[in-house]
């Protein structure tokens, strides 16, 4: 398989840093709103601050892959003295949670670093964190080509109905609305 | 559908126990844009002038601002609107946090809560869904504790909860309503809603919240975060560092605190300690505030850190901001280490830090003048420290003396009686105002202390600086980038303004020019408790992002209602007309405009006359400061001048 070089983005999160504003969750959702910025509601942000304030958590996650089923660890991590569940460090948007999923259809939500042309010199939570704890990172990686032709929208949003409810359901609703 | 705001109100009876989901007027946004204004307006229509406090009449107004919860940074406060029991006059608290943002998301601008519920309950409103739920479990429990047992008894981390604490349940005249980092604490707010049967609010919302011109709006909203932070970058120079900088007093941030410590007073505001500030106190209290503070922390939206967790080795954590660090260790003359242990119980508690620790040195003062004796402190500690907890312990439950001092100093010394009133020296309209004594009269000062309806200088002044700078070339430089100023002659104003001489205090600036420079002022603070925007970032401190050349284009952006400078002004004079038209059918006339009387050492009556004069014939009001009937049918409020007429309240003064 051929190699090619790929820019990966990714966010380097200094939680220390955090102070729990929700600038980022505020700004993502303004961004993905259609048209932009005309609505923000931070329970569709695919940025979200795990906030425990009497704990001192701030924990800043971004939204990742889809996952069809939960896992089974539930681990607890303690660091520095503070009790964090396993589930707090997960990107996943996962059937145990709310988190990562639109809030009127429960469809999941997955950063998509401000991709747009042109380019964003950074994602716009990045921009929006005067606090610092979100810092923005491009490196550069040789991959082996992708073969699999990229899926747009539509069928991600598909794909996951399909998942949860089944794709004689999902092919059933699609036919009965498409009746005149 | 409605842009900014939600356009929904949710009325709760809790005599009846009913819930609604009320539209409201859009016809009213244009002319109070919200928050508070709003807020007046329904307090004037629903509340008649004899209703007490703990009436079932009196309504409990929370309020978010226009802009609250858009992307506009510092958008996020809470409005709280009542009869105050102390000043029986209209509160005007508010608090920053996440509250207000939070109801919108759910699809509220405002819960109004009517009535009275027998048995202690707390609201829970997520979106669309609301109830009543009992709260017996959580009587007597800390403002704090009870909303860390709410977000686990609903198991969800991001509910918001505005709950009160043992102050408030026994209705203490200066009860807060405490949010976390926030609380809303001025004018008892807290004891109505303890009264009310309401222990705590808890809300949690996942719904848009919409705005009409979108990239318009954003362009605005980044704006005004590069402007914070090239504020950020650039403080301003000459001036305190606790005044440089945006936000409110950076207090939890900064440890020199030689402006407060040397220039307020100390005890029942009486003594002002000009030496204090040492070297070894600064090492002692960065060791201190260093060791507790364990991180600086935000409210919504905003990039500025007003406030900080607080763990005390040995008590529960804590969210403090501001001044609060210093009141009560300033009142027991004490030390830094004492003014965090004893404000983690007065957070739980839930007492305002203005009056509380004043009310507390005004009881040992009138025991030390033998007013009171030591029959009346059963039990109390010797050392003061020591009595501070005793009294706050006593004054929560309303226990002995406390049942006096929960009144504040004013009812308590009256009373008491025996003298006591003399120590009561540092209210305003029965309301305790910041510890402060000077000598030289400031007109601008004389004024907003004045006639606030605020009845709290912190949250009147603002943008124009407290004193002038000792040189004209100094002055000269600060006005050199000062677009917020709303006129050009502000300007010259402040770079005429001399530290001594013709052209200083009391007779500079002059009883015309201190008048509009109040004015000025108290807009934007209006406007601001319209939007629900923090005064942090636009009317307290100098050199604001928000300013009134671009709040008309955020107006107009969010909510699509064209609205220009002069259209935002004329609403801030609606809303202060309206402000003083319900705090003078409940009474209130020229004779309460006035400062605490030992306020300034050399007073001058004349002078003091000429700028009251001034002031009320700039606001549209009579001698009496009363808005006059012409000044109400130009803002579109004849019906206020109605009433006047009916109860007779022009004829009589």
């Known amino acids: 398989m051929a190699k090619v070089k790929k820019i990966v983005k990714s966010i380097t999160i200094d939680a220390d840093k955090c102070n729990g504003c929700k600038a980022c969750e505020v700004i993502c959702s303004s961004w993905h709103a259609t048209p932009r910025y005309s609505s923000n509601n931070p329970a569709r942000s695919r940025i979200r601050i795990v ?75 990045v921009e929006w964190c005067h606090a610092e704890a979100l810092i923005y990172v491009e490196r550069e990686e040789e991959v082996e080509e992708d073969e699999q032709p990229k899926l747009g929208d539509i069928e991600i949003g598909l794909g996951s109905m399909i998942d949860k409810y089944g794709l004689q359901q999902v092919l059933d609703t699609v036919a009965r609305m498409a009746k005149p | 559908m409605r842009y900014g705001e939600i356009g929904f109100d949710l009325e709760v009876n809790l005599s009846r126990g009913s819930i609604d989901r009320v539209e409201t007027d859009p016809n009213d946004t244009k002319l109070y844009l919200g928050g508070l204004g709003t807020n007046a307006k329904i307090m004037w229509d629903r509340v008649p002038a004899e209703t007490d406090a703990f009436s079932e009449d009196n ?149 848009d919240i919409n705005v009409a011109d979108p990239a318009k709006y954003m362009e605005l909203c980044d704006d005004v975060l590069k402007y914070i932070k090239f504020r950020g970058e650039n403080p301003i120079k000459g001036v305190p560092p606790i005044l440089q900088g945006l936000g409110s007093p950076q207090e939890m941030a900064i440890v020199d605190e030689e402006w407060h410590t040397t220039n307020f007073t100390w005890g029942n505001s009486r003594t002002r300690r000009k030496d204090f500030w ?68 007065a957070t739980e508690y839930g007492v305002d830090g203005f009056s509380a620790p004043q009310a507390m040195a005004f009881g040992l003062e009138l025991l030390e003048a033998g007013i009171l004796t030591l029959e009346d402190f059963p039990g109390m500690p010797e050392d003061t420290e020591g009595r501070f907890f005793y009294l706050l312990d006593k004054i929560v439950r309303r226990e002995g003396i406390g049942d006096y001092l929960a009144d504040g100093t004013y009812w308590a010394a009256r009373r008491i009686g025996k003298g006591a009133e003399k ?37 009147i002044e603002g943008q ?51 008048s509009e420079i109040v004015d000025w002022m108290e807009k934007m603070h209006y406007i601001d408790d319209a939007l629900g925007m923090c005064a ?77 004069d001034n002031y009320y014939k700039l606001k549209g009001f009579n001698d009496q400061g009363i808005p006059t009937k012409e000044s109400l049918e130009d803002l579109e409020m004849g019906f206020v001048a109605e009433e006047f007429e009916q109860k007779g309240i022009y004829s009589n003064g």
């Open chain 2, 536 to 612: 942090g970032l636009s009317s307290f401190p100098l050199k604001p992002p928000y300013h009134i050349h671009n709040y008309p284009e955020f107006v107009t952006a969010a909510t699509g209602i064209k609205m220009t400078k002069d259209d935002v002004w004329k609403s801030a004079t609606r809303t202060r007309t309206l402000m003083r038209a319900l705090n003078v059918r409940r009474g209130m006339r020229r004779t309460d405009d006035k400062p605490p009387e030992d306020h300034w050492r050399k007073r001058f009556p004349d002078l003091e006359k000429e700028l009251l």
């Open chain 2, 423 to 459: 120590f009561d020296h540092n209210t305003i309209k029965k309301h305790e105002q910041l510890p402060l004594k000077l000598g030289m009269l400031n007109p601008v000062y004389y004024l907003m202390y004045s006639t606030g309806e605020k009845i709290n200088i912190t949250q």
């Open chain 1, 51 to 125: 906030r425990l304030p009497l704990r001192d958590i701030y924990l800043p996650v971004y939204a990742g892959e889809y996952t069809e089923s939960e896992c089974t660890g539930r681990d607890k991590y303690i660091i520095d003295g503070k009790e964090y569940n396993e589930c707090d460090f997960c990107r996943a948007s996962c059937p145990s949670r709310d988190l990562f999923k639109e809030p009127d259809s429960g469809l999941p939500l997955k950063c998509d670093m401000c991709e747009e042309t042109p380019a964003l010199a950074q994602p716009k939570c």
């Open chain 2, 278 to 345: 040492t070297h070894e106190i600064e090492q002692k209290w960065k060791q201190t505030q260093e060791n507790v503070r364990t991180r600086l922390i935000s409210c919504h939206n905003c990039p500025m850190k007003c406030g900080a967790t607080i763990s005390v080795p040995g008590l529960p954590t804590y969210m403090m901001k501001c001044y609060s660090k210093l009141t009560y260790t300033m009142a027991a003359f004490s030390d830094l280490d004492f003014g965090f242990r004893i404000a983690q119980k």
């Open chain 2, 59 to 207: 309504l409990l107004i929370f309020s978010s601002g226009l802009l609250c919860g858009t992307a506009a940074p510092g958008s996020n406060r809470t409005i709280v609107s009542t009869i105050s029991p102390q000043t029986k006059l209209m509160a005007y608290s508010m608090m920053g946090g996440f509250f207000a943002p939070e109801l919108k998301y759910a699809g509220y601008d405002k819960v109004i809560i009517s009535g009275k519920s027998e048995e202690l309950v707390y609201l829970w409103i997520h979106n669309d869904k609301v109830e009543i739920r009992d709260a017996s479990h959580l009587k007597g429990m800390g403002a704090t504790a009870t909303s860390e047992a709410i977000r686990t008894e609903l198991k969800d981390p991001d509910i918001q909860v505005a709950a009160i604490g043992l102050a408030g349940e026994n209705r203490v005249f200066y009860a807060s309503i405490e949010q976390g980092r926030s609380s809303a604490s001025r004018g008892g707010i807290g004891a109505v809603m303890g009264d009310k049967g309401l222990k705590a609010i808890a809300v949690r919302g996942t719904k």
């Open chain 2, 464 to 514: 124009f600086p407290q004193e002038p700078f000792a040189t004209r070339e100094l002055r000269e430089e600060f006005v050199k980038d000062w677009f917020q100023v709303p006129d050009e002659k502000f300007k010259k104003y402040y770079a005429d303004w001399e530290p001594r001489g013709e052209m200083s205090n009391p007779y500079y600036p002059t009883p015309q020019m201190a």
